[in-house]
């Protein structure tokens, strides 16, 4: 089956704790991205990348990192220098970048994150 | 600044209904327009437009785009309590450093009752 998988689907950690959280996708996408939602304000873009090794910072990237070592995997840390990480994560994937045909973006499970 | 508007916020009907949803937007260098359904999780895709005037249409869900406008709306039909879920509006635009974004509302969220 083709789809994306984020996991684990809860997250606990205590605060100061950088964590790791993975998406992979068999879709053979080129472009993938990381977003958080939180109640109220809708899918806010943390991170994307259009291709192997190359990445862009989204709209609220300040205290995560991320990496696209390889084309099916791109995994998000959430470090300590992120002021309110509790939130759910999804992670997207799509053929194209957005505005190219083929832009639709399909979403994993989501990975909800608690730090406590 | 870029901007995607959904209303309303939030709809409760009951079974059988028809609702339509609106989402209106301000973006430089337009591109498409995506519809999508959030129930528990993942938002799952509904239609993608890029021209006016065509009515995209999945059993009882279509939606239609105006680009002189600037807004599309999503008819739901004969609602079902299936039909419960967020309805995200999402705009992909090239902005002014040419780079390819994709801006999204606020959702609505649609409860219908039996």
């Known amino acids: 089956d083709g789809g994306i998988t984020q996991s684990p689907k809860y997250l606990f950690r205590k605060e100061g704790q950088n964590v790791t959280l993975s998406c992979e996708q068999n879709l053979n996408h080129d472009a993938m991205y990381w977003y958080r939602q939180d109640p109220g304000q809708g899918l806010r873009l943390i991170y994307y990348s259009q291709i192997v090794n190359d990445f862009q910072k989204g709209d609220i990237a300040e205290g995560y990192s991320v990496s696209r070592e390889k084309k099916e995997s791109f995994p998000l840390t959430v470090t300590s220098a992120q002021k309110n990480p509790t939130a759910f994560y999804l992670c997207?994937?799509?053929?194209?970048?957005?505005?190219?045909?083929?832009?639709?973006?399909?979403f994993g499970p989501g990975t909800r994150l608690t730090v406590l | 600044e870029d901007k995607v508007v959904q209303s309303p916020l939030s709809l409760v009907v009951h079974e059988g209904d028809t609702v339509t949803l609106n989402c209106s937007y301000e973006v430089t260098n337009f591109r498409s327009l995506l519809w999508y359904k959030q129930e528990k999780k993942a938002p799952t895709f509904l239609f993608m437009l890029?021209?006016s005037g065509i009515e995209k249409k999945s059993g009882r869900l279509s939606s239609i785009l105006d680009k002189k406008e600037l807004f599309s709306i999503l008819n739901i039909t004969a609602t079902q309590t299936g039909d419960s879920a967020i309805y995200l509006c999402?705009?992909?635009?090239?902005?002014?450093?040419?780079?390819?974004?994709?801006?999204w509302g606020l959702g609505t969220s649609l409860a219908v009752n039996p």
């Open positions: 999402a705009v992909a635009a090239i902005n002014a450093g040419n780079n390819r974004k994709l801006i």
């Open positions: 997207a994937s799509s053929r194209r970048p957005p505005g190219q045909v083929g832009n639709e973006q399909f």
């Open positions: 890029t021209s």
